[in-house]
């Protein structure tokens, strides 16, 4: 097998050497640098339906899709005209809207999980603010995570796993005060063990325990159900709240996220950009007695201008309202199953090292024959091979996240004819890594 040529990235590389002298490594996200994959990154210029188009004309099936939130595919239409409709009459009051009601209702009326919610703007956000109610409410300090677990980039949660069982957290960034990073307690996941040593050394001390319930920032790190119902029982246990952080899982499994997935509930639930049909929103959830500790009934503050903003609140309920259609996720998790699984068979019977992780309509695909369930599982080394095969997929039409640690997402937009083609672009790409 040999690679395809590549594709032209002349409008793009013009494009990344002008942003470079405007913001930090010419992006205003770490990972759209493309620094652990081939090439200059792409600049994206339009996209719709499962297609994105980049600056020089080059045409993609995307399975990124802002990175999980657009479930219904680019440009929809019933997400632009409801946008539309809304922006006619301004786009930023900061004072409430009806339309913050029409959203929390659509939540709230699926979803049992959660009795009250408040909207932010992004799924750091509503985590930072989740974290802080916990502790406000439990009137502890510290929280517990789980290494390869990403919440987003508020201070007490950038911290990662030093070695041995239990360890206080180790800044995973400059800036972060040692202070802070003492708070969060870093363990493994999938090692019951060390969550029962964590709450014997930390006891009464725990405000709460945060995990993705699916783990899906650090590859695909799917957890077994009587693990997640473990931690449910432990956390109540010892008076922590557990929160179920879903700005992934959230409305992308099913409507009722992985709390509804594996039937448990947590304390608190926190989502992201999905529920704003890809525009700046996140929300935090709980129990309405846990909830009225928040400002203005409660004595935890948290605050925002944009916070329920109209024209993000009426993309919310216009992607929502496609979400509850009958059959909506039976359909593209279907669909998304049968991808997976064909790669899956294509690349076993080739006996290629490669395993396709999958729940619902998303994938990892990961160079291991190995059964990974924590972040320690996975071998830096086979990030290599990743990184062909990305350079190899853009090159035949197929845009994938520029790591090899996250993961992919099908959405209703993709069709049985988008997902053929990309799977013979994908066992090209296997054929061109294996057998060179
Ligand atoms: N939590 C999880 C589970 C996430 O995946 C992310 C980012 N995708 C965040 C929090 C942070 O969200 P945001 O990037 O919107 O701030």
């Known amino acids: ?89 301004g786009i930023s009051f900061g004072a409430p809207t009806a339309l913050e009601n029409e959203l929390a209702e659509l939540i709230l009326k699926h979803n049992k999980f959660i009795e009250k919610i408040r909207f932010v703007s992004s799924g750091t956000e509503a985590v930072m603010s989740a974290i802080r109610l916990a502790r406000g409410y439990t009137k502890r300090d510290k929280i517990l995570k789980f290494e390869g677990c990403y919440h987003g980039h508020s201070d007490s949660l950038l911290v990662k796993a030093g070695s041995g069982l239990v360890t206080f957290g180790e800044t995973s960034s400059a800036g972060v005060p040692k202070a802070f990073a003492d708070e969060t307690i870093v363990i493994a996941l999938n090692d019951k063990e060390a969550l029962q040593k964590a709450f014997e050394e930390f006891k009464d001390q725990i405000a709460a325990v945060i995990i993705e319930p699916v783990p899906a920032n650090n590859g695909l790190l799917l957890q077994h159900k009587e693990y997640l119902q473990y931690l449910r029982e432990i956390s109540a246990q010892n008076g922590t709240l557990l929160i179920f952080d879903e700005v992934i899982s959230g409305f992308r499994l099913g409507f009722e996220g992985a709390a509804g997935y594996y039937g448990i509930k947590p304390d608190i639930i926190t989502y992201g950009k999905i529920i704003g049909g890809g525009m700046p929103v996140g929300a935090y959830g709980a129990s309405t007695q846990i909830m009225d500790t928040i400002s203005p009934v409660g004595p935890v503050y948290q605050a925002g201008t944009l916070s329920g903003n109209p024209v993000a609140m009426g993309a919310g309920i216009a992607q929502l309202t496609e979400l509850l259609r009958s059959g909506f996720y039976r359909d593209l998790n279907a669909k998304a199953e049968e991808f997976a699984e064909a790669i899956q068979r294509f690349a076993t019977a080739r006996n290629y090292k490669f395993k396709v992780f999958t729940i619902g309509s998303m994938f990892w695909f990961a160079f291991t024959d190995k059964d990974i369930r924590k972040a320690e599982d996975i071998d830096p080394a086979s990030m290599e091979k990743f990184k062909i095969m990305h350079r190899e997929l853009l090159n035949r039409g197929i845009y994938l996240g520029p790591s090899g640690y996250e993961v992919g997402f099908v959405s209703s937009a993709h069709t049985k004819v988008d997902l053929e083609k990309a799977k013979r672009a994908i066992f090209d790409s296997l054929d061109l890594v294996f057998r060179g």
């Open 1 to 89: 097998t040999t690679g395809k040529p590549d594709i032209s990235r002349e409008k793009s590389a013009e494009l990344y050497e002008k942003a470079k002298t405007y913001f930090p490594g010419g992006v205003n996200s770490p990972v759209r640098a493309f620094k652990s994959v081939y090439g200059t990154p792409l600049f994206i210029e339009k996209g719709d339906g499962c297609h994105v188009w980049d600056a020089d004309g080059n045409q993609f099936i995307d399975f990124c899709c802002s990175w999980g939130p657009l479930i219904l595919g680019h440009n929809h239409a019933k997400v632009r005209e409801k946008v539309v409709e809304v922006i006619q009459n």
